[in-house]
């Protein structure tokens, strides 16, 4: 990328697939993006099931789950980078009489303008007694892009991008939110070709 060509900020955006990505694990995938800056980008997939239950997943940090909401929820395949480690995508949490960019839990980054991302113990441990956030989605691993690799990808027609809209994270289900992404553009998936932008 020219040094004179205008920045993209993607924070707080979703990340659509086009047809023509066929990576495993990004096909027909919708990344929320949590961080995009000139030293690259980091996002969590927000439609890829994972292998297990968030039961499951409590079990095995020893933990009970007290949120009969979240009993039966999945954890998701948030990424091939470091996927042994569990990633909490959330509604912004804040202490009583806080500032409102001070959050409640250890090791959070606050998503400009959107979500709060928590990797730290506590937050399960909130989840685990029946508090902490209202609306939650969990993932093991991450998805990132070096220095104008995202830009570069999306100069190749790999993703469409369009504002984040946490209805389609927390309250779309899993099968339904690729269609209900692109649906924010004014798409459908039977519009996109697997050839466009290529000659």
């Known amino acids: 990328m020219s040094p004179d060509s205008p920045s993209i900020n993607l924070t707080h955006h979703f990340l659509i697939?086009?047809?023509?990505?066929?990576?495993?694990?990004?096909?027909?995938?919708?990344?929320?993006?949590?961080?995009?800056?000139?030293?690259?980008?980091?996002?969590?997939?927000?439609?890829k099931p994972g292998e297990f239950s968030l039961r499951h997943l409590f079990d095995k940090v020893e933990l009970p789950l007290r949120r009969d909401d979240l009993l039966h929820a999945q954890v998701l395949h948030g990424g091939p980078v470091q996927t042994e480690r569990g990633f909490v995508l959330h509604e912004p949490m804040v202490l009583d009489n806080q500032d409102?960019?001070?959050?409640?839990?250890?090791?959070?980054?606050?998503?400009?303008?959107?979500?709060?991302?928590?990797?730290?113990?506590?937050?399960?441990?909130?989840?685990?007694?029946?508090?902490?956030?209202?609306?939650?989605?969990?993932?093991?691993g991450y998805a990132s892009w070096g220095e104008g690799q995202l830009e570069s990808e999306i100069g190749e027609n790999s993703w469409l991008t369009v504002q984040a809209d946490p209805e389609v994270i927390f309250e779309t289900p899993l099968d339904k939110r690729y269609d209900r992404a692109l649906s924010l553009l004014g798409l459908q998936h039977w519009m996109l070709s697997p050839d466009a932008g290529h000659a």
Do not use: W
């Open 100 to 140: 409102k960019d001070t959050a409640i839990y250890a090791s959070t980054l606050s998503v400009p303008g959107g979500l709060s991302m928590t990797t730290s113990r506590d937050v399960l441990e909130a989840l685990s007694n029946g508090s902490g956030p209202r609306r939650v989605l969990v993932t093991l």
């Open 17 to 47: 697939a086009m047809p023509g990505l066929e990576d495993e694990t990004f096909s027909k995938s919708v990344v929320y993006m949590c961080e995009h800056n000139q030293r690259g980008a980091m996002g969590l997939i927000i439609n």
